[in-house]
T-cell receptor, first 109, second 115 residues
Framework: RKEVEQDPGPFNVPEGATVAFNCTYS??????FFWYRQDCRKEPKLLMS???SGNEDGRFTAQLNRASQYISLLIRDSKLSDSATYLC??????????FGAGTTVTVRA | GAVVSQHPSWVICKSGTSVKIECRSL??????MFWYRQFPKQSLMLMAT?????????EQGVEKDKFLINHASLTLSTLTVTSAHPEDSSFYIC???????????FGEGSRLTVL
């Protein structure tokens, strides 16, 4: 079983729509969780950290469910510029980072 | 935010040659840098952890004699793909941990094509 699993998508949504997707992780001892954004043929960039109580950054909302071992990302009022691959990143207690394969989101006009 | 620069961005080489990729932290010191490889539509796979002044730590299945890593200073780590073969063609990305916040910053990536 992969350490971090994501639905690859693609999620094709119209502008203004809400899109949400999850990421599951296998190591129950994982400490920290992040969402990174990766544009085609570019390096990943930190979108947001995910906190236990859930957190929001503008149109983006991240949630953590430790019991079920998943994190989620919700994008409200989608913009064309939100089109990208979203990587779920999990840090274990030995500071090892594990990456999901990414979820592709395409926002259409 | 902190900047990590990778060079070259693109490289095409003949099978059997060696290719060196540089990773620099431009405005901060990084005692630890990481090297990843990403094949199309796959996740980033950690290859090795580069430690300044000491030997790199390689992940299982990564040949240390094929992927030479040198972290000679607090701002520079290099990855050398020795005797490259077509199956080594991939997107290689480095990252450095910003010590103050723990955030990971990535280089722009180097796309290697071995003919």
């Amino acid at each position: 079983r992969k350490e971090v699993e994501q639905d690859p998508g693609p999620f094709n949504v119209p502008e203004g729509a809400t899109v949400a997707f999850n990421c599951t992780y296998s190591n129950s001892a994982s400490q920290s969780f992040f969402w990174y954004r990766q544009d085609c043929r570019k390096e990943p960039k930190l979108l947001m950290s995910v906190y236990s109580s859930g957190n929001e950054d503008g149109r983006f909302t991240a949630q953590l469910n430790r019991a079920s071992q998943y994190i989620s990302l919700l994008i409200r009022d989608s913009k064309l510029s939100d089109s990208a691959t979203y990587l779920c990143v999990v840090k274990s207690n030995d500071y090892k980072l594990s990456f999901g394969a990414g979820t592709t989101v395409t926002v259409r006009a | 935010g902190a900047v990590v620069s990778q060079h070259p961005s693109w490289v095409i080489c003949k099978s059997g040659t060696s290719v060196k990729i540089e990773c620099r932290s431009l405005d901060f010191q990084a005692t630890t840098m990481f090297w990843y490889r990403q094949f199309p539509k796959q996740s980033l796979m950690l290859m090795a952890t580069s430690n300044e002044g000491s030997k790199a730590t390689y992940e299982q299945g990564v040949e240390k004699d094929k992927f030479l890593i040198n972290h000679a200073s607090l701002t520079l780590s290099t990855l050398t793909v020795t005797s490259a073969h077509p199956e080594d063609s991939s997107f290689y990305i480095c990252s450095a941990r910003y010590m103050n916040t723990g955030e990971l910053f990535f280089g722009e990536g180097s796309r290697l094509t071995v003919l």
